[in-house]
């Protein structure tokens, strides 16, 4: 096996709101928030103190922590699955490096017996998942699924739900 290379997941900030304190979170392009505050001498942002400010940071990146551990954004639901997949039906490009699609996210589920799987996030994720056990995926980072025999697997795909449904009722 080749030597993977790491990198921190850096994010498009996509927009702001404000905590339940007043405090600025960024939004990110892979659905997660991070706090961006102000507090000098150790957190130096003056920019997020106004609107022009916010406005021009869109689209800079930042790291994100939380897809670098493979943790799932809140209000996330489960939009299509792809499987099950055996060992002779996973498909070849899920045995080699792809990524989930940007604005979604992967949870790859273990039906029966067990498979290998690695994603290159800091630290990189190397896991051998059996039965039972479940490997979220964050949009756009690199990963594969390593075939073992007796293996059965789904995938989920996972989107944010849109919280101003019209009831049609």
């Known amino acids: 096996m080749g030597v993977v290379q790491t990198c921190s997941v850096l994010r498009s900030i996509v927009g702001f709101h404000q905590d339940e304190v007043g405090d600025w979170v960024a939004d990110l392009g892979c659905l997660h928030g991070q706090h961006v505050r ?9 920019w997020v103190l106004t609107e022009s400010g ?9 790291d994100c922590p939380l897809c670098d551990r493979a943790e799932i954004p809140q209000g996330l639901h489960v939009v299509r699955t792809a499987g099950p997949f055996d060992a002779a039906t996973l498909p070849m490009g ?3 490096d792809h990524r989930v699609a940007d604005g979604r996210w992967a949870m790859l589920r273990v039906l029966e017996g067990a498979v290998g799987f690695t994603m290159d996030t800091d630290p990189p994720v190397a896991v051998h998942l059996a039965i039972g056990d479940e490997q979220a ?6 990963h594969r699924v390593i075939v073992e025999e007796g293996m059965r697997v789904v995938i989920d795909f996972l989107e944010k739900k849109l919280t101003n449904d019209i009831d049609a009722g």
């Open 137 to 142: 995926i964050p949009p756009g980072v690199a």
């Open 94 to 96: 899920l045995r080699a």
């Open 54 to 62: 916010r406005a021009e940071r869109l689209g800079s990146d930042l």
């Open 38 to 46: 102000h507090r000098p001498p150790f957190l130096v942002r003056p």
